[in-house]
């Protein structure tokens, strides 16, 4: 297993490799919820002609948009935070496309998006009710087609972290793509860090994935559910010490009673941070990665960037999206680069 580069003098580096999604955030009517036939408060993967449908009513209505999808989530969060991040991923040659990568820019994201005109970008459209209920509506899109000769060889092997997700495991030629990476990877001694970040996908990979944990990362988030599948065990403690076996640094996150990691055989219990009851969990596991992985590109210690990690998911879940407004991250990073952080 590769040792982290500590000693490097310049900044650290993070690259990711995920599944871009503009998030089209629509306010309707309970109306419209009836007449779409959604079952409000779900969410639901769409074809593009339910997309399509869908897109036409947010003309009609008050809607935001935003940069949107796992990988992406955590990759700004560290961009917003000062670290020198770079996104990969699939989009379509589409006005959706143009608005992503724009935002992206904007939030100081460097962006290594491959365009395509074979499928669309990948889209959420979520329908808040004026209860403030959500109905989530995902079309993968150009996602699908992300492959092997979308990786830039060069800008993974001169990262500090290569950072992925399992939701890049839905297609054969995604997988092809990580697999490419994670040679590129191992032989240039990048860090790798894999967020499992989804159930189904270990429920359909258990096996790969345990593999891939072994053979390529160095560190490993996994929530409760998901280390129970992977590990047949209801327990996250010893979920985490049995991952723990498998790489270097593994991570378990248990809700509101916190997390727990193990590195290099030793395990931490890191608290929660923030409130129990939240307001929306959504983006919080992607959130805490990126505090994680905040920590190791500033050279704190393992529990050090556990704490962080939990601030972050802590203050995530005070508000509803996935990603901090202006004011919140301003803040949080004041903390962050003056000590402040611990305290909270």
């Known amino acids: 297993m590769i040792e982290y580069r500590y000693m490097k003098e310049k900044a650290k580096r993070v690259y990711g490799i995920g599944n871009p999604l503009i998030d089209i955030i629509v306010s309707v009517d309970e109306q419209d ?28 209505k008050e809607t935001t948009y935003s940069c949107g999808g796992s990988c992406p989530n955590t990759i700004i969060a560290l961009a917003s935070l000062g670290i020198e991040t770079t996104l990969a991923g699939k989009i379509g040659k589409d006005e959706s496309g143009e608005i992503y990568t724009t935002k992206l820019h904007e ?31 995902t079309f993968l899109g150009a996602n699908r087609l992300y492959e092997a000769s979308d990786v830039h060889e060069e800008s993974v092997s001169k990262a500090d972290f290569f950072h992925f997700t399992g939701y890049m495991w839905d297609t054969l030629s995604q997988q092809q793509a990580i697999t490419k990476a994670l040679n590129i990877a191992k032989a240039n001694s990048t860090v790798v ?14 096996e790969t994935f345990l593999t891939i944990i072994k053979d390529h990362c160095d560190i490993v ?16 403690y010893e979920c985490c010490r049995s991952m723990g076996k498998l790489c270097e640094t593994a991570i378990v ?7 727990y990691i193990s590195h290099k055989g030793r395990i931490y219990t890191i608290p929660v941070k ?6 929306d969990t959504t983006g919080a596991g992607d959130v805490y990665a990126a505090g994680f992985l905040y920590g190791m590109c500033k050279d704190f210690s393992i529990e050090e960037s556990g704490i962080i990690a939990s601030i972050l998911a802590g203050a995530i879940i005070t508000q509803r999206g ?9 803040e949080l990073r004041s903390n962050l680069e003056s000590g402040m952080w611990r305290s909270l």
Request: charged letters at 30%; hydrophobic letters at 35%; a negative charge.
């Open 274 to 279: 923030g409130p129990v009851v939240p307001v």
């Open 253 to 259: 996150k248990n809700g509101k009673k916190g997390s």
């Open 322 to 330: 996935a990603q901090f407004n202006k004011e919140q991250i301003e």
């Open 33 to 60: 919820i009836l007449n779409l036939g959604i079952h409000k408060g779900t969410m639901a993967l769409i074809n593009r002609d339910r997309m399509t449908e869908l897109l036409s009513l947010s003309k009609t």
């Open 107 to 137: 939030l100081k994201v460097k962006d290594e998006l491959a365009v395509t005109d074979e499928e669309a970008t990948g889209s959420t459209v979520i329908l808040i009710t004026p209860d403030s209920e959500r109905s989530m509506n």
């Open 221 to 236: 988030f996994a929530n409760r559910e998901e280390a129970r599948i992977l590990f047949d065990n209801y327990d996250p």
């Open 193 to 206: 860090s894999f967020d499992i970040a989804d159930p189904f996908a270990v429920g359909r990979y258990r």
